[in-house]
């Protein structure tokens, strides 16, 4: 805010300041799993609100490695902002109050407003065909109805990535309305770009293999492969694929 106005700020700025600016918690954000922080961020004349994950709050899980969920937050918003999708808020990895964590811009939201709502309520298709797309690439493992937001501009917001990636499949979903259906022309030209940047960008691969590891980038080249060749949402993989809570 600016003047008691709001002000269209530069992606960059904001992840500038994300990663650069002096953090203060300033509450503990309730519901979450992982100690989660409500913070703010001050950079230059720039004034933010931000979530922030710190490692060492992270529960431990049987899954996954332990104390790398919140580089996994933070290779999902490289992975959404390489597609083009721009579904994840702006996410750094950077030292905080409490150690290293995931810091991400908080989205002011209609907190009675979810993934369920914003289906029955119409107008964002599109919004929830690249939103699919993307947790079958990320191999997402708790897509909860709750973890997508709608910004106070209407904009569909995707968060809470910590167990994605794994090298095994792990999708489980509250979002299964596209089986067997063919994927978007749009979301076929976005893997077909990221598959040339992946071949491509020395940047992009040293950023993912910083955050992921070998085998991880590895399984994410295969499912982006497998999801290129055959066309279409799949469907349900062995195991459990719905997470509990759905919310």
């Given at each position: 805010?600016?003047?008691?106005?709001?002000?269209?700020?530069?992606?960059?700025?904001?992840?500038?300041?994300?990663?650069?600016?002096?953090?203060?918690?300033?509450?503990?954000?309730?519901?979450?799993?992982?100690?989660?922080?409500?913070?703010?961020?001050?950079?230059?004349?720039?004034?933010?609100?931000?979530?922030?994950?710190?490692?060492?709050?992270?529960?431990?899980?049987?899954?996954?490695?332990?104390?790398?969920?919140?580089?996994?937050?933070?290779?999902?918003?490289?992975?959404?902002?390489?597609?083009?999708?721009?579904?994840?808020?702006?996410?750094?990895?950077?030292?905080?109050?409490?150690?290293?964590?995931?810091?991400?811009?908080?989205?002011?939201?209609?907190?009675?407003?979810?993934?369920?709502?914003?289906?029955?309520?119409?107008?964002?298709?599109?919004?929830?065909?690249?939103?699919?797309?993307?947790?079958?690439?990320?191999?997402?493992?708790?897509?909860?109805?709750?973890?997508?937001?709608?910004?106070?501009?209407?904009?569909?917001?995707?968060?809470?990535?910590?167990?994605?990636?794994?090298?095994?499949?792990?999708?489980?979903?509250?979002?299964?309305?596209?089986?067997?259906?063919?994927l978007p022309d749009e979301v076929i030209a976005a893997f077909t770009d990221f598959r040339q940047?992946?071949?491509?960008?020395?940047?992009?691969?040293?950023?993912?293999?910083?955050?992921?590891?070998?085998?991880?980038?590895?399984?994410?080249?295969?499912?982006?492969?497998?999801?290129?060749?055959?066309?279409?949402?799949?469907?349900?993989?062995?195991?459990?694929?719905?997470?509990?809570?759905?919310?």
């Open positions: 805010m600016e003047g008691g106005h709001a002000r269209e700020l530069s992606v960059a700025r904001v992840l500038t300041a994300l990663a650069q600016g002096t953090m203060n918690v300033e509450a503990a954000m309730p519901y979450s799993s992982n100690y989660t922080l409500l913070t703010s961020i001050v950079h230059d004349d720039l004034h933010l609100l931000a979530v922030y994950k710190p490692q060492r709050g992270e529960r431990p899980l049987w899954d996954f490695p332990r104390g790398t969920l919140y580089r996994r937050e933070a290779a999902a918003y490289l992975v959404s902002e390489a597609l083009g999708f721009h579904l994840v808020p702006p996410t750094v990895v950077r030292d905080g109050p409490y150690g290293v964590g995931m810091v991400q811009l908080f989205i002011d939201n209609d907190e009675e407003v979810h993934l369920f709502t914003m289906l029955k309520q119409g107008g964002y298709e599109r919004e929830i065909r690249l939103l699919c797309a993307f947790d079958c690439l990320i191999n997402n493992a708790d897509r909860k109805s709750g973890h997508c937001l709608q910004g106070r501009d209407g904009r569909l917001w995707a968060i809470d990535h910590g167990i994605c990636f794994h090298v095994e499949p792990k999708l489980r979903t509250v979002l299964w309305d596209f089986v067997g259906e063919p940047q992946l071949d491509q960008d020395d940047r992009l691969n040293q950023a993912l293999h910083t955050l992921l590891d070998r085998a991880e980038v590895r399984a994410l080249r295969r499912r982006l492969n497998r999801l290129l060749e055959q066309g279409c949402y799949p469907p349900p993989g062995p195991g459990p694929h719905v997470p509990w809570p759905p919310v």
